[in-house]
T-cell receptor, first 110, second 113 residues
Framework: KQEVTQIPAALSVPEGENLVLNCSFTDSAIYNLQWFRQDPGKGLTSLLLIQSSQREQTSGRLNASLDKSSGRSTLYIAASQPGDSATYLCAVGGADKLIFGTGTRLQVFP | DGGITQSPKYLFRKEGQNVTLSCEQNLNHDAMYWYRQDPGQGLRLIYYSQIVNDFQKGDIAEGYSVSREKKESFPLTVTSAQKNPTAFYLC????????????FGPGTRLTVL
């Protein structure tokens, strides 16, 4: 059974720092890996999707990498801003559904 | 505007009552999903549907029921058999189950009084 873990559970950093969020999964037979952002009391917003054949994806200040053999993905946020404060969730895509991690709650303070 | 709508935003239920949460999408997506989110936990899949008139149980289907009579709509009923229904419920859709980006609605917060 696929299990997805995110470390750390919470992170607080000053504005401007570069930071890395981690996601690990137990079964390397995945279709894709997705990163989402969730603001308090809101739905999820898709940030990046990495297909199983890809190594990384980039969007603006965000870069996500995927290493299937080690069961790991990282989300790199460059030059963090207070507006980046949110919970970030990774999800592993199987044949017909996603398995979510518990998320990393990020706070960026001015 | 294309997107997913959920209603109501807040819902209060007395113990023993069934309630139905609405989810509508105009993205022309085939697949739709219902998740439950509890504080400090990730999303857990309740039910999903890959095509009209077909749906499958997720990881925590007990006490819930769904229907998929139209492509645009995937309502979720929380029955009195669900012992701990207070949670945040999220609906999502995608072009194909599992392999594509899922788009989420704004959620419904259900509280049992």
């Amino acid at each position: 059974k696929q299990e997805v873990t995110q470390i750390p559970a919470a992170l607080s950093v000053p504005e401007g720092e570069n930071l890395v969020l981690n996601c690990s999964f137990t079964d390397s037979a995945i279709y894709n890996l997705q990163w989402f952002r969730q603001d308090p009391g809101k739905g999820l917003t898709s940030l990046l999707l990495i297909q199983s054949s890809q190594r990384e994806q980039t969007s603006g200040r965000l870069n996500a990498s995927l290493d299937k053999s080690s069961g790991r993905s990282t989300l790199y946020i460059a030059a963090s801003q207070p507006g980046d404060s949110a919970t970030y969730l990774c999800a592993v895509g199987g044949a017909d559904k996603l398995i979510f991690g518990t998320g990393t709650r990020l706070q960026v303070f001015p | 505007d294309g997107g997913i709508t959920q209603s109501p935003k807040y819902l209060f239920r007395k113990e023993g009552q069934n309630v139905t949460l609405s989810c509508e999408q105009n993205l022309n997506h085939d697949a739709m999903y219902w998740y439950r989110q509890d504080p400090g936990q990730g999303l857990r899949l309740i039910y999903y549907s890959q095509i009209v008139n077909d749906f499958q149980k997720g990881d925590i289907a007990e006490g819930y029921s769904v229907s998929r009579e139209k492509k645009e709509s995937f309502p979720l009923t929380v029955t009195s058999a669900q012992k701990n229904p207070t949670a945040f419920y999220l609906c999502a859709s995608s072009t194909a189950a599992g392999t594509d980006t899922q788009y989420f609605g704004p959620g419904t917060r259900l509280t049992v009084l």
